[in-house]
């Protein structure tokens, strides 16, 4: 049986399994017509966690108990407070998650990315646009809040999209641009023929304050002849203090890595909350590390579930215990963790026992103002989105579909930037904040 057969005898025709139900007309509107009644909230670090591949919702955030159009893992509903999860005994660090952290979490269902391609999802639900080139979410918040910081954009996973803003960011991993700047027995060789490629210079630490002097020196003569007041200044003012912000880096060299080296889960989380709490950053990206694409065989999604939660449970103790900076008790009070994936998978398994790529995803949103313990956004019982109020995150049919947009620019909103200005055409998720 073809594919197109299998989802006609379900009920789902092309259009609908791409574009939503037949609420999609209702829902519509013109661009930059919807009232934005949300407000921004105060400025706060963010923490985004990738689980890149797909994952399976009906394993924990979607619940489908007694749906015969969903494959289901074993499992029953266990309730959080007011938050729905499927849970079971096979699968403990899911149930210990939400046990301690419910009250602090909003789940986050129906989000249509309106698309099957890993690239093209991915993007769309980390920047809320379709296009090319536009940054995500972290590397928005951390222009807006970070640009003191030695590096703003902390990009420790490998999925994360800068845009025009790639010169705040700063990589650690397999490339670790950062480690390659801050060591010199790290740096990248100089090509064959390069008149830099004799071995490298060494200054010692006298050569490096007259090094210094000389940067200060030529930086004040320029101010005095152009540089006084407007643009010139300003740039001038840039380039002295980031002198200032290359010294807190250094004195970190040692905690980034290597060079060639992947950072695993928990060694990315424990260096998100030391980057935050030491003034180095103001947003982070993680990958966890799983591939979530379970094409062959879908029980892999437990295992990855239970490593997620897991890293989950740690990272927010982490926060939890760790002092704030910027006027918090601790980094939790003054952090959002955004946890998501691309798209998740398809109601029904496949003839290998797996499950194929599902445009309609679902996400977690953490921490500091977030409106925990409650479900927003919802889905049927084909698991298509359904339109919701994005005041209240309730589904009504006089609502709209929750785009890749409202659902950016309601963690917009939570983290202190106004999403007005990067997703003009989409009303944000306000229902994210508290």
């Known amino acids: 049986m073809t594919s197109s057969s299998r989802d006609s005898k379900r009920g789902l025709s092309r ?90 979490t909003a789940v986050v269902n129906g989000i249509n990315v309106r698309s099957i391609a890993h690239p093209e999802c991915r993007r769309r639900v980390m920047t809320g646009t379709p296009g090319t080139g536009r940054p995500d979410v972290a590397a928005l918040t951390a222009q807006q809040h ?55 210079y060494e200054p010692t630490a006298n050569d490096e304050a007259l090094i ?13 002849q152009r540089g006084q007041r407007g643009h010139n200044a300003a ?33 990315q989380a424990d260096m998100a909350v030391r980057v935050l709490s030491e003034g180095i950053s103001r947003t982070v990206n993680i990958d966890t590390g799983i591939s979530w694409d379970t094409h062959d065989d879908n029980a892999p999604q437990a295992a990855s579930h239970e490593a997620l939660f897991t890293q989950l449970s740690s990272l927010a103790q982490s926060l939890a215990e760790t002092p704030g900076v910027l006027g918090g008790s601790t980094l939790m009070d003054e952090t959002v963790v955004m946890v998501l994936s691309e798209m998740s998978r398809t109601p029904r398994l496949n003839a290998e026992g797996g499950k194929d790529h599902w445009p309609v995803a679902s996400a ?55 999403p007005t200005e990067p997703l003009p055409n989409d009303e944000p998720l306000h229902a994210l904040s508290r």
């Open 212 to 224: 210094r002097d000389y940067v200060v020196a030529s930086a004040e003569r320029v101010r005095a």
């Open 146 to 200: 970070g640009l003191e910081l030695p590096v703003p954009y902390m990009i420790l996973g490998n999925n994360a999209y800068t845009g025009p803003l790639a010169s705040i960011a700063g990589r650690v991993g397999p490339t670790n641009q950062i480690k390659a700047l801050l060591d010199p027995t790290e740096a990248y060789p100089a090509p064959d023929g390069s008149p830099f490629a004799h071995g490298g």
């Open 235 to 267: 740039r001038i003012d840039d380039f002295v203090d980031s002198l200032g912000r290359g010294d807190v880096l250094r004195t970190q060299a040692d905690g980034f890595g290597a060079r060639g080296q992947t950072l695993n889960f928990s060694a």
């Open 15 to 104: 259009r609908t399994f791409l574009g939503g139900t037949a609420a999609v007309g209702s829902a519509l509107a013109l661009p930059g017509s919807r009232a934005r009644a949300g407000s921004v909230g105060p400025a706060r670090h963010l923490i985004v966690v990738v689980a890149a591949g797909g994952w399976d919702t009906s394993y924990a955030l979607d619940p489908k108990p007694g749906n015969t159009n969903v494959d289901v893992p074993d499992g029953d509903i266990q309730m959080f407070g007011n938050l729905p999860i499927w849970t079971d005994a096979s699968r403990p660090a899911t149930t210990a998650f939400f046990s301690d952290w419910a009250a602090h």
């Open 364 to 418: 977690m949103v953490m921490g500091a103002g977030v409106a925990g313990g409650q479900v927003l956004g919802a889905t049927n019982d084909l698991v298509e989105a359904e339109p919701i109020d994005l005041q209240t995150g309730k589904a009504t049919s006089e609502g709209t579909l929750l785009s890749t947009g409202s659902f950016v620019g309601g963690v917009l909103e939570l983290v202190g930037v106004d």
